[in-house]
């Protein structure tokens, strides 16, 4: 699922680039490559203790560096905190992939070979199916292109969030609902992570996000689809 893909490529392969040296695990690195981070059920049993461990070695070294645990990090105030509570979540939704008596997990295992054969045509399709209507939003929205070269947060904003729907929409159509169900559920469990992403320095991300599907002309479901992903994708408060 994109939801594996996008966790351990991000959270674990970013992490054992720049972890503490004790917790670094390159044949771990190569392993996930090797799988391009969508385990079989099979290979879950493999690499499931491996990836648990380097997790909660690194949450020991963050715990120790900052002199508190992850989660009162978590919670408090600072600019940083939203990084720890998207580890936290990150970490707990991996626990519950590798838990084979929990529904995450058996959704996972019935969706992945699909979503193996989609993820790479889905993602080149979207990537050219939002480009034009977002090129076409931002004319008429700043018809000087001086104006448009310096909304490039704002068009990455946009880019990123509606790349994402489109995924989605079109997963449920290849690989079912339970597919889309189980993606669903992790961005929803990842939303930290989205939104420390691309739109968290556009000041008028809602309203922008807003005057874009305004623009789309959607009908009411799907818009109200497409608004769902929208929201993952906040600026951080």
């Known amino acids: 699922m994109m ?4 966790i351990l490529s991000c959270m674990i392969a970013g992490s054992l680039a720049c972890s503490d ?14 799988v391009k981070f969508l385990p079989s059920g099979k290979q879950l049993g493999t690499l499931c203790p491996k990836v648990l461990t380097f997790l909660e070695c690194e949450k020991e070294f963050i ?9 009162e ?36 295992i019935v969706s992945v070979d699909c ?7 889905a993602g080149r399709m979207c990537r050219e199916n939002v480009a034009e209507p977002i090129e ?13 070269a310096e909304a490039l947060a704002e068009i990455g904003c946009l880019r990123d969030a509606f790349h994402v729907a489109c995924i989605m929409a079109n997963l449920g159509d290849s690989c079912g609902s339970v597919a889309q ?8 469990r990842l939303k ?35 608004q769902g992903i929208f929201d993952l994708f906040r600026r951080r408060r």
């Open 192 to 226: 930290d992570a989205l939104e420390a992403g691309s739109c968290e320095d556009v000041e008028n991300a809602a309203d922008l996000k807003s005057r874009f599907l305004d623009y789309l002309a959607l009908d009411d479901e799907k818009r109200s689809n497409v």
């Open 63 to 71: 715990e120790c560096s900052e002199g508190r645990s992850l989660e």
């Open 3 to 6: 939801l594996l893909h996008l």
């Open 115 to 121: 979503f193996r054969d989609f993820i790479l045509d």
């Open 73 to 108: 990090f978590a919670s408090s105030d600072e600019a940083k905190a939203e990084a720890a509570r998207a580890m936290l979540n990150g970490i707990s939704l991996i626990r519950d992939l590798c838990d084979e008596d929990s529904s995450f997990h058996n959704d996972y």
């Open 181 to 188: 169900r189980t993606a669903m559920t992790a961005l929803e």
């Open 21 to 34: 040296d004790h917790c670094k695990d390159i044949s771990l690195a190569n392993e996930l490559l090797e």
């Open 136 to 148: 076409k939003f931002f004319e008429e929205l700043y018809p000087s292109e001086d104006d448009r």
